[in-house]
């Protein structure tokens, strides 16, 4: 256990599965306590049942970050049932792939409402209680947050604005010892997009790749902020 994690509290947005998931699991089993939420109950009891396997210290709460009162009651549990918030980790996402002409007004909103104003709605409900612990404010935006791509336009703009948000409140909420990272990676195994993860997925980015990085990030020196990562898999399929 490392002395600098110990007693610690995180939440994970969008924890049921994939990189949240797996950024929980790695937590826990490093002695930290988490917090994480999800849209739909049933999801949440049995990302909760599965994550007891590698710690007791964990909490399941039912939140969709598009709505502020959401967040700011998952935070409030949280911290009643942990005693307090040191770690937010800004996760909770979703993409929609079609030709701008094609793009319906919905579909733009539900990204733009779910991955960038979620974001800004996480830290807005916990960002009183990461002033209290010096805590450390994480994003998982995408490669996607600098390289443009064919269908991209919503999810595009969603992830860029990730990026430029979290370095912007870095500025803002260093001078109260609160760290920000914004973490941008590239492919990963998992069921975004309505992908089944399977051996076809071997070379990417696996859940507890993005756990580990999350956790180093954690333990680094206070002296030091890596404030924008890019996170990608060293060999790409051909």
């Not at 509290?9 to 930290?32: D, P, W």
């Not at 396997?53 to 009162?69: P, R, T």
């Not at 600098?146 to 990026?163: D, H, P």
């Amino acid at each position: 256990m490392n002395s600098m994690l110990e007693n610690k509290v995180a939440y994970i947005t969008g924890g049921t599965k994939g990189i949240g998931f797996g950024i929980a699991k790695i937590l826990l089993e490093n002695g930290i306590s988490v917090a994480f939420s999800g849209r739909k109950k049933e999801d949440v009891e049995k990302a909760e049942q599965e994550l007891k396997q590698y710690s007791q210290n964990v909490l399941g709460v039912i939140s969709d970050v598009k709505l502020l009162a959401n967040e700011e009651e998952a935070v409030k549990q949280a911290v009643e049932k942990f005693g307090r918030l040191d770690f937010v980790i800004a996760n909770a996402g979703l993409g929609i792939f079609k030709p701008v002409d094609e793009l319906s007004a919905e579909e733009w909103n539900d990204m733009i409402e779910t991955n960038l104003t979620g974001v800004f709605y996480t830290l807005k409900a916990s960002v009183d209680e990461l002033k209290k612990s010096e805590g450390y404010y994480i994003t998982i935006s995408s490669l996607a947050g600098t390289n443009f791509f064919e269908n991209g336009t919503g999810y595009n703009a969603s992830k860029f604005g990730v990026v430029g948000f979290t370095q912007a409140a870095m500025v803002d909420l260093r001078k109260y010892n609160i760290k920000s990272t914004v973490i941008m990676p590239g492919s990963v195994a998992t069921n975004f997009n309505g992908n089944i993860p399977s051996e076809k997925d071997e070379w990417k980015i696996q859940p507890d790749d993005m756990g580990n990085l999350v956790l180093d990030i954690l333990k680094m020196n206070p002296r030091v902020l890596p404030s924008k990562i890019e996170f990608r898999a060293t060999k790409p399929a051909k």
